[in-house]
């Protein structure tokens, strides 16, 4: 069954540090996509990024990145020299190809609260 | 900002009752899903519609239900509220030519409380 494991539930850093979120998946498909997605108290999910299940290459956005591992389930996100903007719950996802590829389901972990403090 | 906007924002009704939820999607985008937040916990997909029909459901029961309108904005239902239905309701809207694993826009959603 699909699944989607944020083990760590909360991490509290001071700012400058980096820091690693960690995240694993459980998935029978051979085609699917992993997702990041930041929730700051506001309420709204911001999406981070999108990597498909045929692109393990790891990419880098300014002080983020992500790294996929396959052979593990895994896809974390590094957070380089940590600022107290950062600081909000992230929810790693999952979609597989349900419902012949028509739907747009999102399979959400638990979230880990970042806490960025000065 | 996304262009996923829901109202109410905050909203509280008593056990029994019936609440109607509003999502007016991104520019562009013909599809919406909606998902339910409990406190502490990811969101967990209710149901998708997309030409004003629902083509994918989680495990909501029947009294969990929505519309979608010819402008793509979209309405969530819930019948016989329980306690238990209190959560942060969110929206997101996507292309659905794009297919599954496409880039979903969320809302601000909706928080629910039951008394």
């Known amino acids: 069954a699909q699944k989607v494991t944020q083990a760590q539930t909360e991490i509290s850093v001071v700012e400058k540090e980096d820091v690693t979120l960690d995240c694993v998946y459980e998935t029978r498909d051979t085609t699917y996509y992993l997702f990041w997605y930041k929730q700051p108290p506001s309420g709204e999910l911001v999406f981070l990024i999108r990597?498909?299940?045929?692109?393990?290459q790891n990419e880098i956005s300014g002080r983020y990145s992500w790294n996929f591992q396959k052979s593990t389930s895994s896809f974390n996100f590094t957070i380089t020299a940590s600022q107290v903007v950062d600081s909000a719950v992230y929810f790693c996802a999952l979609s597989e190809k349900a419902y012949g590829g028509a739907t747009n389901k999102l399979i959400f972990g638990t979230g880990t609260l970042l806490a960025v403090q000065p | 900002e996304t262009g996923v906007t829901q109202s109410p924002t905050h909203l509280i009704k008593t056990r029994g009752q019936q609440v109607t939820l509003r999502c007016s999607s991104q520019?562009?985008?013909?599809?919406v899903s909606w998902y339910q937040q409990a406190l502490g916990q990811g969101p967990q997909f209710i149901f998708q519609?997309?030409?004003?029909?629902?083509?994918g459901r989680g495990n909501f029961p029947p009294r969990f239900s929505g519309l979608q309108f010819p402008n793509y904005s979209s309405e969530l239902n819930v019948n016989a509220l329980e306690l238990d239905d209190s959560a942060l309701y969110l929206c997101?809207?996507?292309?659905?030519?794009?297919?599954?694993?496409?880039?979903?826009?969320f809302g601000q959603g909706t928080r629910l409380t039951v008394v």
């Open positions: 990597r498909n299940s045929f692109d393990e």
């Open positions: 997101a809207s996507s292309l659905y030519q794009a297919g599954f694993g496409t880039e979903a826009f």
């Open positions: 520019s562009g985008h013909n599809t």
């Open positions: 519609y997309y030409r004003e029909e629902e083509n």
